[in-house]
């Protein structure tokens, strides 16, 4: 096929004018195009008063080495073969199932692509199944009762499930298609294969999560619930199993870490068997919300309320005084902000979206970077017990039961406690006490993010409004820590046979580039080991 890009299209346009703008690239009649796709579909909103779409297509014609060659235009290529290869499987027999622990995207791409390969994986999560899960959570938000072992954090999905299920990332891997053809084979919608910036939204990743797990059983795979890795078994300097619940050990010289970046208890039982750790950046903030009105007013101004263009969403950064780097993350457009613990007697915030994006408010992280000096010591674990430290502040400014303190931006900027709520009705469940934030964040954080809220607002307006309110804290944007592992096998730096993943170990950040983690590491698998 041939694949061409910059294809532009006014808002109103139809796709099917892209057929007509194709055939005079290349210079053919539109009869001549057997088959045209999408490969890319962006917006162009610089131009004052016009939008525009923009498109990558890929075109079925007869003689594409002919045409090609009359072509002189560098939006004009050959379409390359993005198909995913397997690897070829190795020569050592394994003796047993290789064990995948965690079902967040690391996990559960790694436990498919082993099913797929006939390698019949146990994945072990310590949460339950999405539709008990998604229960356990509902009732969270409502009561404020917290279930530790299954949450917004932990169980089938991993914490991308209650997300906006965004799909962007800056990794360019081939394996990224692979991930987005699998999702949309499980019933996720099949523009994210195109979309500049595609998402699936809460609802429906968990039923594609679902599926996905029935596909790894129908191959042969197992699954299971409320099964948390509680010790491993190390002989000799390599991985020979995994305790679970404290009473069962399964055999295994195959084991992947895919946790997630909230499995602290999981973190000190890794810490206690040696497992090499060390700490790694992250960053701190909050939630911060507007109404979404104004966040598409602010980005497609005329065109705010076309049908066409959803709801708008952004992503802003500034550099602050105090060399701290601030910027929104996990943008939410037409969300929710939501209680995102994992521990008793600590508040966390994260955000949500539902495929319709169609919630009265917009929300998005507001982070400030923090290093290893920020921690407090030189302990692997030193960047989580620095996350603790402010989310019990955060807890107890909230006055318990999950409650978040917050706070409108205007008395932010202004150092004052609120006492009233403007236009932003706060979305946090199970709800929020307003207070002063500077009260469970370090000063330097709070310091950077009031002068980025000021840059923000002349980036964005409206992003300073001082109705807009932030609910805190959000400190789960990434790991504390990183798992060592070699750069070739993609084992363990200390311990041969065992594969940390994804997110939780230090080597991703976000649904896809942990599930391309997870691909990556079932590949090393493949390559050292014959299938069962």
Request: with cysteine.
């Given at each position: 096929m041939?694949?061409?890009?910059?294809?532009?299209?006014g808002?109103?346009?139809?796709?099917?004018?892209?057929?007509k703008?194709?055939?005079?690239v290349?210079?053919?009649?539109?009869?001549?195009?057997?088959?045209?796709?999408?490969?890319?579909?962006?917006?162009?909103a610089?131009?004052?008063?016009q939008?525009?779409?923009?498109?990558?297509?890929?075109?079925?014609?007869d003689?594409?080495k002919?045409?090609?060659?009359?072509?002189?235009?560098?939006?004009?290529?050959i379409?390359?073969?993005?198909?995913?290869k397997y690897?070829?499987?190795?020569?050592?027999?394994l003796?047993?199932?290789?064990?995948?622990?965690?079902?967040?995207?690391?996990?559960?791409?790694?436990?498919?692509?082993?099913?797929?390969?006939?390698?019949?994986?146990?994945?072990?999560?310590?949460?339950?199944?999405?539709?008990?899960r998604?229960?356990?959570v509902?009732?969270?938000?409502?009561?404020g009762k917290?279930?530790?072992?299954?949450n917004?954090?932990?169980g089938?999905g991993g914490?991308?499930?209650?997300?906006d299920?965004?799909?962007t990332?800056?990794?360019?891997d081939?394996?990224?298609?692979k991930?987005?053809?699998?999702?949309?084979?499980?019933?996720?919608?099949?523009?994210?294969?195109?979309?500049?910036?595609?998402?699936?939204?809460t609802?429906?990743?968990?039923?594609?999560v679902?599926?996905?797990?029935?596909?790894?059983?129908?191959?042969?795979?197992?699954?299971?619930?409320?099964?948390?890795?509680?010790?491993?078994?190390?002989?000799?300097?390599?991985i020979?199993?995994?305790?679970?619940?404290g009473?069962?050990?399964?055999?295994?010289?195959?084991?992947?870490?895919?946790?997630?970046?909230?499995?602290?208890?999981?973190?000190?039982?890794?810490?206690?068997?040696?497992?090499?750790?060390?700490?790694?950046?992250?960053a701190?903030g909050?939630?911060?919300?507007?109404?979404?009105?104004v966040?598409?007013?602010?980005?497609?101004?005329?065109?705010?309320t076309?049908?066409?263009?959803?709801?708008?969403?952004?992503?802003?950064t500034?550099?602050?005084?105090?060399?701290?780097?601030?910027?929104?993350f996990?943008?939410?457009?037409g969300g929710?902000?939501?209680?995102?613990?994992?521990?008793?007697?600590?508040?966390?915030?994260?955000?949500?979206?539902?495929?319709?994006?169609d919630?009265?408010n917009?929300?998005?992280?507001?982070?400030?970077?923090?290093v290893?000096?920020?921690?407090?010591?030189?302990?692997?674990?030193?960047g989580?017990?620095?996350?603790?430290?402010?989310?019990?502040k955060?807890?107890?400014?909230?006055?318990?039961g999950h409650?978040?303190?917050?706070?409108?931006?205007g008395?932010?900027?202004?150092?004052?406690?609120?006492?009233g709520?403007g236009?932003?009705n706060?979305?946090?469940?199970?709800?929020?006490?307003?207070?002063?934030?500077?009260?469970?964040?370090?000063?330097?954080?709070?310091?950077?993010?009031k002068?980025?809220?000021?840059?923000?607002?002349r980036?964005l307006k409206?992003?300073?409004?001082d109705?807009?309110?932030?609910?805190?804290?959000?400190?789960?944007?990434s790991s504390?820590?990183?798992?060592?592992?070699?750069?070739?096998?993609?084992?363990?730096?200390?311990?041969?046979?065992?594969y940390?993943?994804g997110?939780?170990a230090?080597?991703?950040?976000?649904?896809?580039?942990?599930?391309?983690?997870?691909?990556?590491?079932?590949?090393?698998?493949?390559?050292?080991?014959?299938?069962?």
């Amino acid at each position: 096929m041939i694949r061409i890009s910059q294809l532009r299209l006014g808002i109103e346009d139809n796709t099917q004018k892209l057929i007509k703008k194709a055939s005079k690239v290349l210079n053919i009649k539109t009869d001549s195009i057997k088959e045209i796709s999408i490969f890319k579909e962006s917006i162009d909103a610089r131009k004052k008063g016009q939008i525009e779409f923009v498109y990558t297509v890929d075109v079925s014609v007869d003689n594409e080495k002919r045409i090609l060659k009359k072509i002189r235009n560098k939006n004009v290529t050959i379409t390359p073969d993005m198909e995913y290869k397997y690897p070829e499987p190795g020569n050592i027999k394994l003796g047993s199932r290789p064990i995948v622990i965690g079902m967040g995207p690391a996990g559960l791409f790694c436990g498919l692509i082993l099913a797929q390969m006939g390698y019949k994986p146990l994945i072990l999560e310590r949460g339950e199944d999405v539709e008990n899960r998604s229960k356990t959570v509902g009732k969270f938000w409502k009561s404020g009762k917290l279930n530790t072992e299954s949450n917004v954090q932990f169980g089938e999905g991993g914490a991308g499930t209650f997300s906006d299920g965004k799909l962007t990332t800056r990794v360019k891997d081939l394996r990224c298609r692979k991930v987005l053809r699998e999702l949309v084979k499980a019933g996720a919608p099949e523009d994210i294969m195109y979309s500049f910036k595609p998402h699936v939204g809460t609802d429906i990743l968990k039923s594609v999560v679902k599926s996905l797990r029935e596909e790894i059983l129908e191959l042969g795979g197992q699954v299971r619930f409320n099964s948390k890795a509680t010790s491993l078994i190390i002989k000799d300097g390599k991985i020979s199993g995994v305790e679970v619940n404290g009473e069962e050990i399964i055999n295994s010289e195959a084991v992947v870490l895919a946790i997630g970046h909230s499995a602290r208890d999981t973190f000190e039982m890794l810490h206690q068997n040696s497992v090499d750790i060390v700490q790694k950046p992250f960053a701190i903030g909050v939630r911060i919300e507007h109404p979404q009105s104004v966040i598409n007013q602010a980005q497609y101004k005329q065109f705010a309320t076309h049908e066409r263009l959803g709801a708008a969403d952004y992503r802003l950064t500034y550099h602050a005084s105090n060399g701290r780097s601030v910027y929104t993350f996990c943008m939410c457009p037409g969300g929710s902000v939501v209680a995102a613990a994992s521990e008793d007697g600590r508040v966390v915030t994260n955000g949500m979206s539902e495929y319709a994006r169609d919630k009265a408010n917009a929300n998005s992280a507001l982070l400030v970077s923090v290093v290893p000096e920020d921690f407090e010591g030189d302990h692997p674990l030193a960047g989580m017990y620095f996350q603790r430290k402010w989310e019990e502040k955060a807890y107890k400014l909230g006055g318990g039961g999950h409650i978040a303190p917050a706070q409108l931006v205007g008395d932010f900027l202004e150092d004052r406690a609120s006492e009233g709520l403007g236009e932003v009705n706060p979305s946090y469940e199970p709800g929020i006490k307003l207070t002063n934030m500077v009260e469970c964040l370090p000063s330097y954080v709070i310091e950077a993010m009031k002068e980025a809220i000021v840059n923000m607002d002349r980036k964005l307006k409206g992003f300073g409004m001082d109705s807009a309110i932030i609910t805190g804290v959000e400190t789960r944007s990434s790991s504390p820590i990183r798992i060592l592992r070699e750069s070739k096998s993609l084992e363990s730096s200390n311990i041969n046979g065992l594969y940390p993943a994804g997110e939780g170990a230090g080597y991703a950040g976000g649904i896809i580039s942990a599930a391309v983690d997870g691909i990556k590491i079932a590949e090393k698998i493949i390559l050292k080991y014959k299938g069962l």
